[in-house]
């Protein structure tokens, strides 16, 4: 419906708010709020609300007028409720969006607000630790997991750990003819690359030498640390689930000829991220009085925790 001119005014266009002849409908007049016309009309001929005074309000738009009137009114009020809805609608998500940006630094108090806007992760576990620097946990970010710090271990800040290792805090010069420092406990984590083996018992299996070399036998520039290896007995192959996936353990007996030897350990299981590759822990703990105990290899895997999850998910036994 096309609205009437304004009314005329010795000011030019538009006037003080009030109520004016509605042209299209000579029996009535249209109430001008002093820059538009509004859709409140009434019988032409009724008292005029004063000029002057803090505040003008708009007449509520008759009820139960006839023909022309009637439809207009009853159109007024739907505009009015759905401008009203409009602008609670605005409000509120004005406060969601400053309730999101000021999250970091001040608790939400608007409970609309937080049931307006869901939290990224659902119901889903809270995240859990993504951040390398993280003083309680070992990070792999390539293969999303994180590894406990036990206490008396700490990441290893030596160049030659191409992965992601932890080692005991004491070190002690290599038995044999390496004049390095070894550690009583090394374990890292890395991805399983230039093999076709996709059964984690059979990698396990496989791994676990590869494990024993580099820890007992000899060092990265060739030379026989502990004396080398000069056997290896079978303790424990077994299934486990770590951070909510299946994989498998080995563990051997290493005896070696100098120094009391050790116990290598291979865990592989998919990733969580990317194509799911399997992932490979390696430990190694001497076999000495000062060694930690061979129960932490088994704290350690129960540890494992996927980075987006801070309490574990589903399964962390290392038992079936």
Request: charged share 15%; hydrophobic share 35%; with cysteine.
């Amino acid at each position: 419906m096309s609205m009437p001119p304004p009314p005329p005014t010795p000011g030019g266009l538009g006037g003080p708010p009030g109520w004016y002849p509605d042209p299209g409908t000579p029996s009535h007049e249209r109430w001008w709020d002093g820059r538009a016309w509004t859709g409140h009309i009434r019988t032409a001929g009724a008292p005029q609300p004063p000029a002057a005074g803090p505040a003008v309000t708009a007449p509520v738009p008759l009820a139960g007028g006839s023909g022309h009137g009637g439809g207009v009114g009853k159109g007024a009020v739907v505009a009015l409720v759905t401008a009203g809805a409009v602008l609670v609608a605005a409000i509120a998500t004005g406060v969601v969006v400053l309730g999101e940006d000021d999250e970091r630094t001040a608790p939400r108090s608007a409970g609309a607000a937080v049931s307006a806007q869901p939290t990224a992760t659902g119901n889903g576990p809270e995240p859990g630790p993504s951040a390398a620097d993280d003083s309680d946990v070992l990070v792999d970010q390539l293969n999303g997991i994180s590894l406990p710090l036990l206490d008396g271990w700490e990441k290893s800040t030596s160049g030659v750990d191409p992965v992601p290792t932890m080692v005991t805090a004491d070190s002690y010069k290599c038995p044999g003819d390496s004049a390095e420092s070894c550690r009583h406990g090394t374990v890292s984590s890395r991805t399983a690359t230039v093999t076709n083996v996709k059964s984690p018992e059979r990698l396990a299996g496989q791994d676990v030498g590869v494990a024993a070399d580099w820890a007992y036998d000899n060092d990265r520039v060739g030379n026989r640390i502990h004396g080398g290896i000069k056997g290896h007995e079978l303790v424990k192959s077994a299934p486990v689930t770590v951070a909510g996936r299946t994989g498998h353990v080995v563990r051997w007996r290493v005896t070696t000829g100098a120094g009391p030897g050790g116990y290598v350990q291979s865990l592989v299981f998919p990733s969580a991220v990317g194509s799911e590759s399997l992932v490979i822990v390696r430990f190694a703990f001497d076999a000495g009085p000062d060694a930690p105990p061979l129960a932490d290899m088994d704290r350690i895997i129960r540890g494992i925790r996927p980075l987006t999850d801070a309490s574990g998910g589903a399964g962390s036994t290392v038992e079936p």
